[in-house]
């Protein structure tokens, strides 16, 4: 299948049986399909490692047979509902709680099948692939400091009060260019500074060291779309 093929042809062949151009369509939304997961989740969900990332795959391959032409939305908008929606049954079976909508804000959104993609769609396609790639270098740059994603999915802060102050310790670090060098030449966190800086005790600190190391190394380099998910804005400040 030719890269360049267009969206809109290649969903209409993998309506009509072609599994090359369905394979290439999957292949094609992946990022898009990872960024509704793991908004849904409330935490970054990886391709290979996390459940969510296969309910989200075979919940987009439903939607390309669940698509139908003319009903005047578009087909990402009904791929993330049913993505949204695969999730929320993932999890009432697992029991698990997790950051997902309501099943009554589901309910209200559209399921009518689509139009061929627009320019706005295909935007957002290439936005959830430089998405994608940030997530990789991120990836990368944690490793450096012997942490893996799946590490800050075990060890993050399971109340909000204790994520906040978790954050507010990692602003500090990466306000600091003091703290900030020691953390990227030392790969450890700042631990005696940062207990005279913020009014969190060293062992609080240390258990979430993973946790704050991670959102301090987001903070301080340039990833302007995940500093997002932990209410930081594009231009570096914090949102309202």
Request: no cysteine; charged share 30%.
């Given at each position: 299948m030719p890269p360049e093929a267009d969206p809109n042809q290649l969903l209409l062949q993998a309506k009509e049986g072609d599994p090359g151009a369905r394979e290439e369509l999957i292949h094609r939304f992946t990022p898009f399909i990872l960024a509704v997961t793991s908004r849904a989740t409330g935490r970054f969900i990886h391709l290979g490692e996390d459940d969510e990332a296969s309910i989200g795959l075979m919940a987009f391959n439903e939607a390309i047979d669940s698509f139908r032409p003319g009903r005047g939305s578009s087909f990402l908008t009904l791929a993330e509902t049913?993505?949204?929606?695969r999730l929320v049954d993932y999890f009432r079976r697992e029991g698990r709680h997790r950051r997902v909508l309501s099943l009554q804000v589901l309910e209200q959104e559209t399921a009518a099948a689509v139009d061929p993609l627009g320019g706005e769609e295909i935007n957002l396609v290439h936005e959830m692939a430089d998405r994608r790639r940030e997530i990789e270098r991120y990836r990368e740059e944690l490793a450096g400091f012997g942490i893996t994603l799946a590490d800050l999915v075990k060890?993050?802060?399971?109340?909000q009060?204790?994520?906040d102050r978790?954050?507010?310790a990692a602003r500090v670090v990466a306000a600091n260019p003091l703290l900030s060098q020691y953390l990227r030449e030392r790969k450890a966190l700042p631990l005696k500074a940062l207990e005279k800086s913020v009014a969190i005790s060293r062992k609080t600190l240390e258990r979430h060291r993973k946790y704050i190391i991670a959102a301090a190394v987001m903070l301080i380099g340039d990833y302007e779309y995940l500093a997002s998910y932990i209410g930081q804005n594009k231009r570096g400040g914090q949102d309202a």
């Amino acid at each position: 299948m030719p890269p360049e093929a267009d969206p809109n042809q290649l969903l209409l062949q993998a309506k009509e049986g072609d599994p090359g151009a369905r394979e290439e369509l999957i292949h094609r939304f992946t990022p898009f399909i990872l960024a509704v997961t793991s908004r849904a989740t409330g935490r970054f969900i990886h391709l290979g490692e996390d459940d969510e990332a296969s309910i989200g795959l075979m919940a987009f391959n439903e939607a390309i047979d669940s698509f139908r032409p003319g009903r005047g939305s578009s087909f990402l908008t009904l791929a993330e509902t049913i993505i949204r929606r695969r999730l929320v049954d993932y999890f009432r079976r697992e029991g698990r709680h997790r950051r997902v909508l309501s099943l009554q804000v589901l309910e209200q959104e559209t399921a009518a099948a689509v139009d061929p993609l627009g320019g706005e769609e295909i935007n957002l396609v290439h936005e959830m692939a430089d998405r994608r790639r940030e997530i990789e270098r991120y990836r990368e740059e944690l490793a450096g400091f012997g942490i893996t994603l799946a590490d800050l999915v075990k060890g993050s802060p399971q109340h909000q009060d204790a994520r906040d102050r978790a954050l507010a310790a990692a602003r500090v670090v990466a306000a600091n260019p003091l703290l900030s060098q020691y953390l990227r030449e030392r790969k450890a966190l700042p631990l005696k500074a940062l207990e005279k800086s913020v009014a969190i005790s060293r062992k609080t600190l240390e258990r979430h060291r993973k946790y704050i190391i991670a959102a301090a190394v987001m903070l301080i380099g340039d990833y302007e779309y995940l500093a997002s998910y932990i209410g930081q804005n594009k231009r570096g400040g914090q949102d309202a």
